[in-house]
Every structure is written in C-alpha cells, then in structure tokens.
C-alpha cells in the first residue's frame, strides 16, 4: 500500500500488504497472515532448488545494483568446511530511500522469512541483519520479532524442526553510509572502519570473516517468501515492460509531491502516473522541475525526460538514469538545483571513507566549489572545473561513492546549466556568504 | 623451483612473470616504476591512493596496478593519455591540502610526492582561493614526529604497526577530507621498530627527530653497508654529509631485513663520527708511546713476530671484518694460537614478529658467525705466559689490564687508545666499518659486503692491510691492496669460503657453503 | 591521563554480562566493538578514551583500532553532548521540504543559537546529520534515540518542551 497512504488500485501490494497493520508485527499475527509457510516449504526443499526457484523467478537486487539474486545465491561454494555467512543489508542511506525502514517497522517476520530462506539455500548458519544505527524503531521492532521467532523454535538449532541450524543476529550501524557498501558493511560487521575492500575476492569467496557470503537487500530478502508461496512463474510474469525486470517494486517517493510515501508497483510502471496519480502530483500551483529516480546517486532527469521514463532496470536506463533502489526525489520549479547539488554532495563528503584520494579530496573539493558558486563568486572556469574534476571522480576508485558524488554534478550541469550561470553572472542573488 | 610464468606485454615490452605476480612488480621487470605511494612491497596491499591506475587492455576501466595479477596475453599501457591524466588528477588532489613546505621539509629531495610531481609535470593547481587544512604537528614517539599536514593518507605507517609490527597503535581517524593517522592519547609509538614508519612514509609527514633539520638530503652520500648492532645484519645505507655520518637506513635485502631495521641499530651510528682517534701509529720507546710511521711500526711488529714463538693470544673485536680476522690467523700460523674474539649477548630478542626471520638478535655484534668460521672463540679469560698478545678493536669493555699482562709483547690495533692498551709496545690505527671495504657472515651464514663511507681520520688503515703488511715484511706473502684481495684470499684459503669471490658477492651477499667446516689449517 | 585515572569501569554488572553475549554471537571477539561502543554509550551518554581502553582489553585490540573505529561512526559522541541530543536531516529530499526552516526553529526554540552548541540549560545540543532514512516523512530528527518524522517548523515547539523537562523517549 502506499504508506501512510491508503493503497491505490494502481499498486500491485505484496511487500507492503500489511504496512500500517500493526497485527503483522506479532509471531502470531505473521502466522494467521500465511507468515512462515514458505520457510516451512524450503527446508522440505533442496537447498539448490531454493536457489533455482529463486533464480527462475528473475528476482534481483534491489539495493541498487539490480544484480540477479538466485546467480548472486549460486556463487556460493557447495562444499561447506568452512563457514557461510548471510548478511541482509538494512542500512539504508540512500538519500530519497526509505522502504527498507517500512518493511521492518511492520513486517519484520517477513524479512526474517526470507533471510531464513536465504541461509538454507546458500548453506549459512548464521545471518547478520545489519540495520543502520539511527534506525531505532526498526531496531526495536526487528528484534522483538527475532525473540519471537526464537521462542516459537522458527530459528535456533532446530529450526521449525528441520534439524538444521539457523541463527539470526541484528547487528547495529553507528552512521555511516558508506557501510551500505557491501564489503564496508562486512568491515563493519567485523569491528572495522567501514572501509569498502578491493575486489577481487569476492564475498561469495572470501567475505565476513574471510569466509564465503552472500549479502542480500532487505526488499530482496522479504520478497523471497512470496516467491517460494506463489511460484517463479507468478513473479517473472509480474512485468509491464521489460522482461529483464520482473516483479513488484517499493518505490520511495519524497521531496515535493503531495503525498510522499512508499508506493509498490509491478516493474515497468510509467514514472508520471507514479508522481502524479499515486503521489497526487505536485504541491498547490507547482510544476515539476527534475526528478532522482533511483536514490541520490543516479542521473537527475529533467521533466520531460521523467515523464518519458519506465521504473524497472532497463527503462530507467533507457531514460539515462538508473532504477537504484528506488528512491524518487521530486523537484518542484521552486527548487534551487544548484543548492541542492550542493547537499548532495556535501552529503557524499562528509560520507567519504577517506581511502581513495579522489573521493577523499575530490568530494571536498566539489562541495568548495559549489559554495563558491552560490556565494556568487564562481566563474566560468569552475563549470569546467567541477566536470573535470567529476571525470576523475568516476570510475577511479575501490568503490562508487565517489561516482555517485559526481553524478549528480554532472547531471545537473548538463540540465541546468542556466541555474548555473544565473549565479556566476549575478543574474541570480547569492545565497551562501562564504565559499 | 618450478613456477608457472606467464608472459604480458608492458608498454611494448614483453616480460615473463611468475603467476601471482602483481602488474606493478611485472612492470619493473619491463624496466618501468609505475608511480605509488599505498603500495610498498614490504606491506599488505590497500589499493587506497590509486596513483598506479594503468590501462589494461579489455578491461572497462582504469585498474590498480598493485592489486591487479598477472594475466597471460595482458596488454598494459603506462603512459598512456588516460591513464596519465588519471595520475596527475591524484597529484592534484594530494596537493590540495598538501602544504608545499618544502624548503623546510626534511623529506625535501627524497620525497615520492616531489619526484612523481615533477615526473607528470605537474606545475600548477587549480585549487584557487580555498584555505588548506591544517592540523598540529605532534610527538609519536620519543623519535618519530608527525606532520600531519604533510600526510597523504597512503596508510603505510598503519599497516607497519598493524602486520610488521603487531603493535596496531596508529590508526586512520575520523573519515573523509576531515581524516587524519592518529594514536590513542594513552599510547606512543615506541616499538622497537617503530623508526620503520620514517623510511616507509613517502612525503614528510612522519620524520626522525634525531635527523630533523640536519641535513638536505642532497648533500648526503649513501654507501651500502651492514649494520653492527646484531647479528642479523641488516643490509644498510650509511649516509654521511661531509665525512660525518647523519644517518643509517634499512637497504632492501629480501634475504635478511626485508626493508626494515630496528630502532637501535638506526640509532647505533653516533661512534662512527668518534673525534677521539689514534691517528698515527705508535710505538714505545723509553717507556712512553711516540707517534711514528707505519713503515716503523710494521718493521717493528715485525721484529716482534720474527723474534717469539709458542704461545700467541689474539682478542678481536666482534665488529671485526672476516678479512681482518683472517690476516690476523695467518699472522700467527707458525705459533700455538689462541683466537678469541669479544661477544656480547642481551638476554631476549626484539623481534619484528610479523616479518618472519628477523628480530634484534641477543648476540650483538655482527660477526660472531664470520669468527667462529675462522677459528675464533669467546671465551677469552685473561693472557698468561704468552710471547705476543695482539688486540684487534676496541671492545676492551669489562677487561682488566692485569688480564692483559700476561703476555710478553702486547700489541694493539684499534681506532681509539683505552687506558688498558697504554702499554703496547705497537700501537696501530686501524678503520671503522664505515672506514674500510669488508665481509661480515650473519647469523644465517649469509657473507655480505660493506663498503667505505667516509675517510678514516690521519693515518688510520684497515687491520687486514697492515697484517698483510707485517707477512710481505717476514717474506711470508704479497701486498695485499683491496678488500676484494683479501677476501679471495681468504676464499681460497678457508673451506667454509670456498669457490666465493668478493665480486660476485653482490649487493646481497651469499650463503656459506652448507657443508663448511670452518677455518683450513 | 587524568581523566584515565578517574576513569570507572562500564563493563561490570549487567553491562559486561549484555558484552558477553553479544560476544557469543560472532567467531571474533573484534566482531563486538561496535555493539560495545553502543554499550558505552548508552551507560555514559558518550564515549570516553577510558572506555577506548576498556573495551580494547575486552576485545583483544588496541585503544588505537578502537578509537580509528569510534570517530569514523558519527553517531558515537567522543564528547559530551547536551542532555538531548538533536540531529535534524538537511540532505536534499528533507531539504527541500523546509528541513533548514526546521534547524532555525530548533535552533531558537531550544536557545543554542548555533549548530554543535549546547544551550545555556545544558538541555540541548543540535546538529545536522545526513539523510536519516525517512525521506517520505520529512523533517525527520533524532532526539537521543529517539526517531521523530515528520517535524515542521510549526511542531518544533512542542518536540522542544517534550524534551525540555527530561528524556522524554518514543
């Protein structure tokens, strides 16, 4: 449904059926809902036919690479002398991205499902939920579920007496976006700085505590039960564009529309009717200006373009942006593009690692820039200034925060570039007094 | 060993490889440094400061070419135009914040940030009008400073601590451009082998306070030598400004020291600059020592050596080179000789336990192994009714001169006159480590070279010259003019050196023959 | 140093039995340092360097690793902070909704005129934060741990008088 909005009949609701429903947060009230009948079906099962099931049904990532899961579940090694680790990612942080918080505030047994799920396929006793620290709610929410999941023998040594060993741990972020990285996340787990790891290895080779392991997104995670219930079939039918992309998707909606929130739709849905039927369009007397169809870190689109643009993996390509993980930011005319550049990337300095020299310098450095330039002492120079340095900035570094950082520079240049100018020729007032 | 090569082409140079060779150590062997700072050899790979991004050929972007191994058919390309803007985009984005003090810096000269700057020709910043940051310098250790703004965050000195060390007491702090290496407030950077962390950081930012402001690093000359402190002996470069040594550095030596010495070698080099020397030999005449020349004073040790027989005692030093020592056995092969050389020993080693093979030893002089291997013993005990006892060095430490009176000729030969040696008959200035060319054997019987690093002071000669000296005066053998001589003299003649020659020795020495049974008689 | 010498253990009691098993949950003793900072934290309302070298004992690490972790987590206060801590979203969805408008109101409702500041009382110390993860419900800001969406300028007041005479939680 489109929390805290009443569902609309264009939502296709799977995940968010119970979002607002406060009786889906018990053991009990997850069971009376058909909760843990799917867990119960996989460990009659294979492991590998979990897998295969999951991998038929055209499930992938939803975090924001979009990587095929079921391939992502088969890298695991089959032999098992040593330790395999799950670790679900609940660190959600990217900017314009919430879903993940809804899931968990009221489906926790549902994210419990899947990642139980998830270990029996790919041979892990043991699975992280690694949940981002400011997400106190969740927190509480998640672990009163695994208490009751505990007490009523769904995880333990025996868990729903299939003899095998499932054990289940939130593990607390303490702010750090960048720990949404899936081997910082891994650092994190460990003890560490949420330091990214250069690849190879690989997780599913050497991962947390060295160890092979799968890292999965919560939406990913709590979309497994419905496709072991309902089938592969079911879910790779759910497609109204391309095939490449199947099932529903949570789409988080903020910034200004009227009624921001979390909307699930069958992949391929049109980007407009999302905005202006789902989300009741723009505020009083607005127009929309530019939409973040993916999170913070994929190409800002301008009207014309969002209104063209499919949400799954390949129109949002097709569109010159990405399908992320699903946060839409909407902009309204009365937003400064330039100001909001500027957060965003003030937002992935201050988010930096600090390994990688041109994310490390280079993030600061556009932030500088960009103040300049709102300060009404840029120039020319610095347009040029900011895409070089961009350049530098993509596809240099261990990991893509620094890429993400110049995205939404670069998009916005190309755009916008007459917000840009109105600055740098006094057309427009300074906002900022340094820089 | 059988290891699998594999051959790829490196700026159009073909070279062959072991499999699990990284890019950047194949690329030496093609004859190109692929400029770094996170990388070292000697150290975890990070792949934090990407400045070794190369292209390779198939691949969709720019890879590091220290964490990236070896493929057969790999086409990698150095210079190319996107790759080098790559790297002066990192020197850019180091020099954001870096100072540019260099005319005080002590790093000035050898610095990895200047020598790559000036390779990509990086003249100018585009980092107009924005303030730097700027951070305290702060005290590490009781040796090492830290300059934090000349920090690069290359993170080498952490992973010292952390892998070579075990001692984790530097970390990276706070994250982004705020980001710095920091300690604990309650802890410092005292490990016995922390001073590593000067030579591996690549700019400024941690420096030696015992070498701060001493020198610009252009004024030194670098010899190649060997540390004295153990008998590890850790391949050095002494380095010396004006005759004066400043400095003593690790030398690479895969073999021996990796990259890396301890504190207390680094800091044992004070006593080489000794203005405290015997200048000129000495012989006695009326009951005091008069300064002559050495043709006198071989002459005289001569007659010394021509006119006794049975027992001879000889006491060398353990700094004492297998060249010197050898001269000295042959200069007593027609008596009964008693060959000690002086060992000191420290209860407990000081290990670099994450580097295998090499701690401070608790043997601490260089050449015990070099001198057990020519015959020489420790356990001198005092002289008694001897006709000569010769004194090689000046390790008397702990000797009595009623422990040297038992002899009926005394000669001595060292750098300085220790009131126990007053009453030699001969007196002879001999060189230090740094003064000569020489041999020590390690404790892993490895045989290494030293060289001369600055000029002994007055009439000071290396001790195997002027034994070899004495012999040509008794018509016992040739002029002996090099070390190189001299230790193929002593290859052909003592078993365990069999078939070695000075020359081919090399920069990182060689092992004793497996089967040596020690001195030849 | 001195403040090391003043320094009273956290892990005793109840506090170092919640360590313990926590510690049994991963095949590291490293693996606990986060959750023991949060440990820290909850007991001392901040973390102290004594508490650095605490929990490097407890862990087998250095005050060192603890502390190159503690400062790269932002939510770990190496300082101590006003009895409630604010941090009000300003990352550009929240932004654009009157997240800065909602920093002002706190600013001058709560008397700590600037950010990073503690009030006069003591009672407040605001900060902005990056995105909170709640972009559909904005302002959303933290009071402790406590997490509050949807915060206007206009309901700044009455979040502001709930805290004012204690931790109020929820």
Same mark, same amino acid.
């Given at each position: 449904?489109?929390?805290?909005?009443?569902?609309?009949?264009?939502?296709?609701?799977?995940?968010?059926?119970?979002?607002?429903?406060?009786?889906?947060?018990?053991?009990?009230?997850?069971?009376?809902?058909?909760?843990?009948?799917?867990?119960?079906?996989?460990?009659?099962?294979?492991?590998?036919?979990?897998?295969?099931?999951?991998?038929?049904?055209? #499930?992938?990532?939803?975090?924001?690479?979009?990587?095929?899961?079921?391939?992502?579940?088969?890298?695991?090694?089959?032999?098992?002398?040593?330790?395999?680790? #799950?670790?679900?990612?609940?660190?959600?942080?990217?900017?314009?991205?919430?879903?993940?918080?809804?899931?968990?505030?009221?489906?926790?047994?549902?994210?419990?499902?899947?990642?139980?799920?998830?270990?029996?396929?790919?041979?892990?006793?043991?699975?992280?939920?690694?949940?981002?620290?400011?997400?106190?709610?969740? %927190?509480?929410?998640?672990?009163?579920? &695994?208490?009751?999941?505990?007490?009523?023998?769904?995880?333990?040594?025996?868990?729903?007496?299939?003899?095998?060993?499932?054990?289940?741990?939130?593990?607390?972020?303490?702010?750090?976006? %960048?720990?949404?990285?899936?081997?910082?996340?891994?650092?994190?787990?460990?003890?560490?700085?949420?330091?990214?790891?250069?690849?190879?290895?690989?997780?599913?080779?050497?991962?947390?505590?060295?160890?092979?392991?799968?890292?999965?997104?919560?939406?990913?995670?709590?979309?497994?039960?419905?496709?072991?219930?309902?089938?592969?079939?079911?879910?790779?039918?759910?497609?109204?564009?391309?095939?490449?992309?199947?099932?529903?998707?949570? &789409?988080?909606?903020?910034?200004?529309?009227?009624?921001?929130?979390?909307?699930?739709?069958?992949?391929?849905?049109?980007?407009?009717?999302?905005?202006?039927?789902?989300?009741?369009?723009?505020?009083?007397?607005?127009?929309?200006?530019?939409?973040?169809?993916?999170?913070?870190?994929?190409?800002?689109?301008?009207?014309?373009?969002?209104?063209?643009?499919?949400?799954?993996?390949?129109?949002?390509?097709?569109?010159?942006?990405?399908?992320?993980?699903?946060?839409?930011?909407?902009?309204?005319?009365?937003?400064?593009?330039?100001?909001?550049?500027?957060? &965003?990337?003030?937002?992935?300095?201050?988010?930096?690692?600090?390994?990688?020299?041109?994310?490390?310098?280079?993030?600061?450095?556009?932030?500088?820039?960009?103040?300049? %330039? &709102?300060?009404?002492?840029?120039?020319?120079?610095? %347009?040029? #200034?900011?895409?070089? #340095?961009?350049?530098?900035?993509?596809?240099?570094?261990?990991?893509?925060?620094?890429?993400?950082?110049?995205?939404?520079?670069?998009?916005?240049?190309?755009?916008?570039?007459?917000?840009?100018?109105?600055?740098?020729?006094?057309?427009?007032?300074?906002?900022?007094?340094?820089? | 060993? $059988?290891?699998?090569?594999?051959?790829?082409?490196?700026?159009?140079?073909?070279?062959?490889?072991?499999?699990?060779?990284?890019? /950047?150590?194949?690329?030496?062997?093609?004859?190109?440094?692929?400029?770094?700072?996170?990388?070292?050899?000697?150290?975890?790979?990070?792949?934090?400061?990407?400045?070794?991004?190369?292209?390779?050929?198939?691949?969709?972007?720019?890879?590091? $070419?220290?964490?990236?191994?070896?493929?057969?058919?790999?086409?990698?390309?150095?210079?190319?135009?996107?790759?080098?803007?790559?790297?002066?985009?990192?020197?850019?984005?180091?020099?954001?914040?870096?100072?540019?003090?260099?005319?005080?810096?002590?790093?000035?000269?050898?610095?990895?940030?200047?020598?790559?700057?000036?390779?990509?020709?990086?003249?100018?910043?585009?980092?107009?009008?924005?303030?730097?940051?700027?951070?305290?310098?702060?005290?590490?250790?009781?040796?090492?400073?830290?300059?934090?703004?000349?920090?690069?965050?290359?993170?080498?000195?952490?992973?010292?601590?952390?892998?070579?060390?075990?001692?984790?007491?530097?970390?990276?702090?706070?994250?982004?451009?705020?980001?710095?290496?920091?300690?604990?407030?309650?802890?410092?950077?005292?490990? +016995?082998?922390?001073?590593?962390?000067?030579?591996?950081? +690549?700019?400024?930012?941690?420096?030696?306070?015992?070498?701060?402001?001493?020198?610009?690093?252009?004024?030194?000359?670098?010899?190649?030598?060997?540390?004295?402190?153990?008998?590890?002996?850790?391949?050095?470069?002494?380095?010396?400004?004006?005759?004066?040594?400043?400095?003593?550095?690790?030398?690479?030596?895969?073999?021996?020291?990796?990259?890396?010495?301890?504190?207390?070698?680094?800091?044992?080099?004070?006593?080489?600059?000794?203005?405290?020397? /015997?200048?000129?030999?000495?012989?006695?005449?009326?009951?005091?020592?008069?300064?002559?020349?050495?043709?006198?004073?071989?002459?005289?040790?001569?007659?010394?050596?021509?006119?006794?027989?049975?027992?001879?005692?000889?006491?060398?030093?353990?700094?004492?080179?297998?060249?010197?020592?050898?001269?000295?056995?042959?200069?007593?092969?027609?008596?009964?000789?008693?060959?000690?050389?002086?060992?000191?020993?420290?209860?407990?080693?000081?290990?670099?336990?994450?580097?295998?093979?090499?701690?401070?030893?608790?043997?601490?002089?260089?050449?015990?192994?070099?001198?057990?291997?020519?015959?020489?013993?420790?356990?001198?005990?005092?002289?008694?009714?001897?006709?000569?006892?010769?004194?090689?060095?000046?390790?008397?430490?702990?000797?009595?001169?009623?422990?040297?009176?038992?002899?009926?000729?005394?000669?001595?030969?060292?750098?300085?006159?220790?009131?126990?040696? =007053?009453?030699?008959?001969?007196?002879?200035?001999?060189?230090?480590?740094?003064?000569?060319?020489?041999?020590?054997?390690? =404790?892993?019987?490895?045989?290494?070279?030293?060289?001369?690093?600055?000029?002994?002071?007055?009439?000071?000669?290396?001790?195997?010259?002027?034994?070899?000296?004495?012999?040509?005066?008794?018509?016992?053998?040739?002029?002996?003019?090099?070390?190189?001589?001299?230790?193929?003299?002593?290859?052909?003649?003592?078993?365990?050196?069999?078939?070695?020659?000075?020359?081919?020795?090399?920069?990182?020495?060689?092992?004793?023959?497996?089967?040596?049974?020690?001195?030849?008689? | 140093?001195?403040?090391?010498?003043?320094?009273?253990?956290?892990?005793?009691?109840?506090?170092?039995?919640?360590?313990?098993?926590?510690?049994?949950?991963?095949?590291?003793?490293?693996?606990?340092?986060?959750?023991?900072?949060?440990?820290?934290?909850?007991?001392?309302?901040?973390?102290?360097?004594?508490?650095?070298?605490?929990?490097?004992?407890?862990?087998?690490?250095?005050?060192?690793?603890?502390?190159?972790?503690?400062?790269?987590?932002?939510?770990?206060? *190496?300082?101590?902070?006003?009895?409630?801590?604010?941090?009000?979203?300003?990352?550009?969805?929240?932004?654009?909704?009157?997240?800065?408008?909602?920093?002002?109101?706190?600013? *001058?409702?709560?008397?700590?005129?600037?950010?990073?500041?503690?009030?006069?009382?003591?009672?407040?110390?605001?900060?902005?934060?990056?995105?909170?993860?709640?972009?559909?419900?904005?302002?959303?800001?933290?009071?402790?741990?406590?997490?509050?969406?949807?915060?206007?300028?206009?309901?700044?007041?009455?979040?502001?008088?709930?805290?004012?005479?204690?931790?109020?939680?929820?």
């Amino acid at each position: 449904m489109g929390y805290p909005h009443k569902s609309d009949p264009k939502e296709n609701v799977v995940l968010s059926e119970y979002f607002g429903d406060a009786g889906a947060r018990t053991y009990d009230g997850w069971v009376e809902r058909g909760g843990y009948k799917a867990l119960k079906t996989a460990l009659g099962m294979e492991p590998n036919a979990v897998t295969d099931i999951v991998k038929q049904s055209g #499930l992938r990532g939803r975090g924001g690479a979009g990587f095929p899961t079921g391939l992502k579940w088969s890298f695991m090694p089959k032999e098992k002398t040593r330790a395999h680790y #799950l670790c679900c990612n609940a660190d959600e942080s990217e900017p314009g991205t919430f879903k993940d918080r809804e899931i968990m505030r009221w489906t926790p047994h549902a994210l419990i499902e899947g990642c139980a799920i998830g270990q029996y396929a790919i041979g892990a006793e043991v699975c992280y939920i690694y949940i981002r620290g400011e997400f106190t709610e969740p %927190i509480k929410v998640m672990q009163a579920a &695994l208490d009751a999941a505990y007490a009523n023998g769904v995880l333990g040594d025996n868990a729903m007496g299939s003899g095998k060993k499932l054990d289940m741990y939130i593990h607390r972020g303490a702010g750090a976006y %960048i720990c949404g990285e899936e081997t910082a996340l891994m650092n994190s787990i460990e003890g560490r700085r949420g330091n990214p790891r250069i690849k190879p290895p690989f997780p599913a080779a050497a991962g947390l505590f060295g160890m092979p392991t799968t890292i999965n997104n919560v939406e990913t995670l709590a979309a497994v039960p419905h496709i072991i219930n309902r089938g592969a079939e079911w879910y790779s039918g759910l497609s109204l564009a391309s095939e490449k992309s199947s099932g529903t998707k949570l &789409l988080s909606v903020c910034g200004n529309v009227r009624k921001p929130g979390n909307y699930e739709v069958t992949m391929g849905f049109p980007l407009k009717e999302l905005i202006y039927d789902l989300c009741g369009g723009m505020p009083e007397g607005r127009t929309l200006k530019a939409v973040i169809p993916g999170g913070s870190s994929v190409p800002i689109l301008t009207r014309e373009e969002a209104e063209g643009c499919i949400l799954d993996y390949e129109g949002c390509v097709a569109a010159g942006t990405m399908l992320g993980s699903g946060g839409v930011i909407v902009f309204d005319d009365s937003v400064d593009m330039v100001y909001q550049i500027m957060r &965003l990337a003030k937002f992935y300095a201050h988010e930096s690692c600090a390994q990688c020299t041109q994310c490390r310098e280079g993030t600061a450095w556009t932030v500088r820039i960009l103040e300049r %330039i &709102l300060a009404g002492k840029g120039t020319q120079d610095d %347009i040029d #200034l900011l895409l070089d #340095l961009a350049d530098q900035m993509t596809g240099k570094t261990i990991c893509v925060l620094s890429d993400s950082c110049a995205v939404p520079v670069v998009s916005g240049i190309t755009k916008f570039r007459d917000e840009f100018d109105a600055y740098i020729s006094g057309a427009r007032e300074p906002v900022l007094t340094h820089g | 060993m $059988s290891e699998e090569l594999v051959k790829l082409t490196i700026e159009g140079v073909e070279v062959s490889v072991p499999r699990g060779t990284t890019v /950047i150590e194949a690329a030496k062997e093609a004859g190109i440094n692929i400029p770094h700072y996170c990388y070292h050899k000697g150290l975890p790979i990070a792949g934090v400061c990407r400045m070794c991004l190369v292209q390779i050929e198939g691949a969709p972007k720019l890879q590091i $070419s220290c964490a990236t191994e070896v493929a057969e058919g790999q086409v990698v390309r150095v210079f190319g135009e996107e790759e080098s803007k790559a790297r002066s985009s990192v020197l850019e984005f180091l020099l954001i914040n870096h100072p540019l003090d260099c005319p005080i810096c002590d790093q000035s000269g050898e610095c990895e940030l200047q020598d790559f700057t000036f390779d990509e020709r990086q003249g100018q910043s585009r980092y107009n009008d924005f303030p730097k940051r700027y951070d305290p310098a702060e005290q590490f250790g009781d040796d090492v400073m830290f300059v934090a703004n000349r920090c690069i965050l290359c993170t080498r000195c952490v992973r010292f601590m952390d892998h070579a060390a075990e001692e984790p007491v530097l970390n990276v702090s706070e994250r982004g451009d705020r980001a710095f290496i920091g300690m604990h407030p309650d802890a410092e950077l005292n490990h +016995p082998w922390a001073g590593n962390v000067v030579d591996l950081c +690549p700019v400024g930012s941690l420096i030696s306070k015992d070498f701060l402001h001493k020198a610009r690093v252009w004024e030194l000359d670098h010899t190649d030598s060997i540390c004295t402190g153990c008998s590890q002996g850790c391949n050095i470069h002494i380095d010396t400004r004006e005759e004066l040594v400043v400095r003593l550095r690790p030398r690479a030596n895969e073999d021996v020291n990796k990259f890396f010495m301890c504190d207390e070698g680094r800091s044992n080099y004070r006593w080489l600059n000794s203005g405290d020397r /015997i200048e000129a030999p000495l012989v006695a005449e009326g009951g005091s020592l008069v300064a002559s020349g050495w043709d006198h004073a071989l002459a005289r040790v001569a007659q010394i050596v021509k006119g006794s027989t049975g027992d001879a005692v000889v006491l060398a030093s353990g700094k004492s080179s297998n060249e010197s020592l050898f001269f000295l056995r042959e200069l007593f092969g027609e008596f009964d000789l008693k060959a000690h050389f002086r060992n000191f020993t420290v209860d407990g080693e000081l290990p670099l336990s994450g580097v295998e093979g090499l701690a401070l030893r608790e043997e601490r002089i260089p050449n015990g192994t070099g001198a057990r291997q020519l015959g020489y013993d420790d356990s001198f005990n005092g002289v008694s009714n001897a006709s000569i006892f010769l004194i090689l060095g000046d390790d008397l430490e702990g000797i009595t001169p009623e422990m040297l009176s038992g002899a009926k000729n005394f000669i001595y030969v060292g750098t300085t006159l220790p009131e126990a040696a =007053r009453n030699a008959d001969v007196v002879l200035p001999a060189t230090t480590v740094a003064e000569e060319d020489g041999t020590y054997v390690n =404790r892993d019987n490895r045989v290494q070279r030293f060289s001369q690093a600055r000029t002994a002071p007055g009439m000071g000669r290396p001790a195997w010259w002027a034994f070899a000296e004495v012999l040509k005066e008794l018509g016992r053998g040739d002029a002996v003019d090099t070390a190189a001589e001299a230790f193929d003299a002593m290859a052909s003649n003592v078993g365990a050196f069999n078939g070695m020659s000075y020359s081919t020795l090399g920069k990182n020495g060689q092992k004793l023959a497996e089967s040596s049974a020690g001195v030849s008689k | 140093m001195q403040e090391a010498a003043e320094y009273q253990s956290v892990f005793v009691g109840a506090a170092r039995e919640k360590l313990d098993d926590i510690m049994s949950r991963y095949p590291t003793k490293r693996a606990a340092l986060l959750p023991a900072l949060w440990i820290v934290q909850e007991e001392r309302d901040w973390i102290p360097e004594g508490a650095m070298i605490e929990i490097a004992e407890l862990l087998d690490i250095t005050a060192a690793q603890v502390k190159g972790v503690a400062t790269f987590y932002t939510m770990y206060h *190496k300082h101590p902070v006003g009895e409630n801590f604010i941090q009000v979203c300003t990352t550009s969805p929240c932004n654009v909704c009157g997240a800065e408008n909602v920093v002002k109101a706190l600013l *001058k409702e709560t008397g700590c005129g600037e950010l990073g500041a503690t009030s006069p009382d003591g009672k407040f110390t605001i900060t902005e934060v990056e995105c909170l993860g709640a972009c559909g419900f904005a302002t959303p800001i933290m009071v402790n741990d406590d997490f509050l969406d949807s915060v206007t300028m206009e309901t700044v007041p009455e979040v502001v008088a709930r805290y004012r005479d204690g931790k109020a939680t929820g």
